[in-house]
């Protein structure tokens, strides 16, 4: 199982960059830090081209609220938040025993939603013979891991993804 360790590391960086930068850019318009120099964050020709059109303000402010959200929707997927279910070792364990026979296998995982259905995961190559695949996932290693994990009547979603 792979961990995301550097897409962590890297949302905490350009957040901690985003972060500092915010504070350094308030601090300064706001006269706090550096009295007796300049304070200005805008030149005085922009300054004045962007309060004759105020549009831009909001234009640039709602797009730093869109990227916000889209940053931190990033982290709480990053995070394992908002996925459904619990990883079931036990299931991804039968379900790589199952399909020991198909090379080529690089992902398998195993969901329990809920008390009553299952989520099934295999990532495969293109050159396996995908048919195959799906039959032996429907005649024998579904009704497997179901029993092993549950009862026999839980549903099961099940998703075969072709990689290239």
């Not at 706090?32 to 300049?38: D, M, V, Y």
């Not at 990033?74 to 379900?95: C, H, K, V």
């Amino acid at each position: 199982m792979r961990q995301y360790s550097g897409n962590r590391i890297g949302l905490g960086v350009v957040g901690a960059v985003l972060l500092g930068a915010g504070v350094y850019a308030y601090l300064r318009g706001g006269g706090e830090l550096g009295k007796g120099r300049n304070t200005k964050v805008m030149e005085a020709d922009l300054d004045g081209f962007v309060a004759a059109h105020p549009l831009i303000s909001w234009g640039l402010a709602l797009a730093l609220v869109l990227a916000a959200m889209l940053a931190t929707r990033w982290l709480f997927m990053a995070l394992g938040w908002g996925r459904l279910g619990n990883r079931s070792g036990t299931g991804t364990a039968l379900l790589c025993v199952g399909l020991k026979d198909v090379d080529g296998i690089s992902r398998t995982s195993v969901r329990v939603v809920g008390e009553d259905r299952l989520r099934l995961a295999v990532t495969c190559p293109i050159t396996a013979d995908v048919g195959a695949v799906v039959t032996k996932l429907d005649r024998e290693i579904v009704g497997r891991v179901r029993r092993d994990i549950g009862e026999d009547d839980m549903g099961a979603i099940v998703r075969v993804h072709v990689r290239r």
